[in-house]
């Protein structure tokens, strides 16, 4: 029997077909690593971020000195981790007093919220859907009960 020279002709497109399904596959997937990376470490620096302020809300003197410290203690916190603290919001709520928050065994919560952008996104592309990962964060933290004795 005589063969066809089309079967003879196929001679390095296993290669090929592998370079091309590779980079098909491969590109997403690195992307979705890169993105995941990205979004865990956004969340780790909110996690940080709302502890640091709330330890450093309930060591302050007043409550006006605690507000600006947590910021700054936010602020701070999410420069670690490469996020602009300037998107971040900061909610400061108390118990059992929510008027008084530095009262001697009373509670503090912080709570940060920000966006974080996904990589190799342009900006441009922000018009209908946004680009980020909206994370928040909470942590409370008791005032001491010697707070004020001094």
Same mark, same amino acid.
């Given at each position: 029997?005589?063969?066809?020279?089309?079967?003879?002709?196929?001679?390095?497109?296993?290669?090929?077909?592998?370079?091309?399904?590779?980079?098909?596959?491969?590109?997403?997937?690195?992307?979705?690593?890169?993105?995941?990376?990205?979004?865990?470490?956004? %969340? @780790? =620096?909110?996690? $940080?971020? #709302?502890?640091?302020? !709330?330890? *450093?809300? +309930?060591?302050?003197?007043?409550?006006?000195?605690?507000?600006?410290?947590?910021?700054?203690?936010?602020?701070? %916190? @999410? =420069?670690?981790? $490469?996020? #602009?603290?300037?998107? !971040?919001? *900061?909610? +400061?709520?108390?118990?059992?007093?929510?008027?008084?928050?530095?009262?001697?065994?009373?509670?503090?919560?912080?709570?940060?919220?920000?966006?974080?952008?996904?990589?190799?996104?342009?900006?441009?592309?922000?018009?209908?859907?946004?680009?980020?990962?909206?994370?928040?964060?909470?942590?409370?933290?008791?005032?001491?009960?010697?707070?004020?004795?001094?």
């Amino acid at each position: 029997m005589l063969q066809s020279r089309h079967f003879h002709s196929e001679d390095g497109s296993a290669a090929l077909e592998f370079i091309t399904a590779g980079l098909l596959l491969l590109v997403p997937l690195v992307y979705l690593v890169i993105a995941v990376a990205a979004v865990q470490g956004g %969340a @780790l =620096a909110v996690e $940080g971020a #709302s502890r640091q302020a !709330a330890r *450093v809300f +309930v060591q302050a003197p007043t409550t006006v000195i605690a507000q600006s410290r947590a910021r700054t203690a936010v602020d701070f %916190a @999410l =420069a670690d981790f $490469g996020v #602009s603290g300037g998107s !971040a919001s *900061v909610r +400061v709520s108390c118990s059992p007093h929510p008027a008084e928050c530095l009262t001697r065994r009373g509670f503090v919560t912080v709570t940060v919220t920000a966006r974080i952008a996904l990589p190799l996104a342009p900006p441009a592309l922000n018009v209908k859907t946004p680009l980020t990962v909206p994370l928040t964060a909470t942590s409370t933290e008791q005032v001491s009960r010697f707070w004020g004795a001094g």
